[in-house]
């Protein structure tokens, strides 16, 4: 079965600097997605990453090893708006479809 | 920015009526999802669409329907609310891409939301 797992909860500092990791068990991976949802809210896409490396856009990075299966979120200079779940979510593809498949995802809380 | 709607955003109805929550996406998207989603926890997917006239149940059993008969508008019914019903319903639209021979993507793009309450 596709099994994809991420911390449950995180707390870190304000300005801080804070990695969300994401390891999966999947097959017919084809790259993997990071959204943030804030309570009550949707999710909003942050980044995708189908090569091996890193990823940087403003203050949120990402990182992939498809060897490992392994993945991170990388958040610096934490801001208080930053509280969210982070979700880790693989793109699979099998019988000529492609399918997102999510981790129960990652509640981040920033505290002054 | 996404251009996927979704109402009603809120909605409180009694046990045993028929309801539709609709969605409409004015992308053109092929691809379109329902997603529910309790507090606190993760999304499941309950239906899916790759283009019109075609469905298909997701990897969590609901007792909802849908339909796709236009691409831009994806419809999910329940015959007969019951309270185990009440959780928020999240719409999706996606058309994959391909920026070359190594790297497709299939981003989705997520509606606000309706979160239903079933007395």
């Known amino acids: 079965g596709q099994n994809i797992d991420q911390p449950t909860e995180m707390t870190a500092t304000e300005g801080a600097i804070v990695q969300i990791n994401c390891t999966y068990q999947?097959?017919?991976?084809?790259?993997l997605f990071w959204y943030q949802q804030h309570a009550g809210e949707a999710p909003t896409f942050l980044s995708y990453?189908?090569?091996?490396g890193l990823e940087e856009k403003g203050r949120f990075s990402s990182f992939l090893s498809r060897s490992k299966g392994y993945s991170y979120l990388l958040l610096k200079e934490l801001q208080m708006k930053d509280s969210a779940s982070y979700l880790c979510?693989?793109?699979?593809?099998?019988?000529?479809?492609?399918?997102?498949?999510f981790g129960k995802g990652t509640k981040l809380s920033v505290i002054p | 920015e996404a251009d996927i709607y979704q109402t009603p955003r809120y909605l409180v109805i009694g046990t045993g009526k028929k309801i539709t929550l609709e969605c409409s996406q004015t992308?053109?998207?092929?691809?379109m999802y329902w997603y529910q989603q309790d507090p606190g926890m993760e999304l499941h997917l309950i239906h899916y669409?790759?283009?019109?006239?075609?469905?298909e149940k997701g990897d969590l059993s609901s007792e909802s329907t849908v339909s796709r008969i236009r691409t831009e508008h994806f419809p999910l019914t329940l015959e007969s609310a019951r309270p185990s019903h009440t959780s928020q319903y999240l719409c999706?639209?996606?058309?994959?891409?391909?920026?070359?021979?190594?790297?497709?993507?299939?981003?989705?793009?997520f509606g606000p939301g309706t979160r239903l309450t079933v007395l």
């Open positions: 669409s790759y283009g019109v006239n075609s469905t």
């Open positions: 999706a639209s996606s058309e994959p891409e391909r920026g070359g021979p190594s790297r497709l993507t299939d981003t989705q793009y």
């Open positions: 979510a693989a793109l699979l593809s099998g019988a000529g479809s492609y399918q997102l498949t």
């Open positions: 992308m053109g998207h092929d691809k």
């Open positions: 999947t097959s017919g991976f084809n790259g």
């Open positions: 990453n189908v090569l091996d």
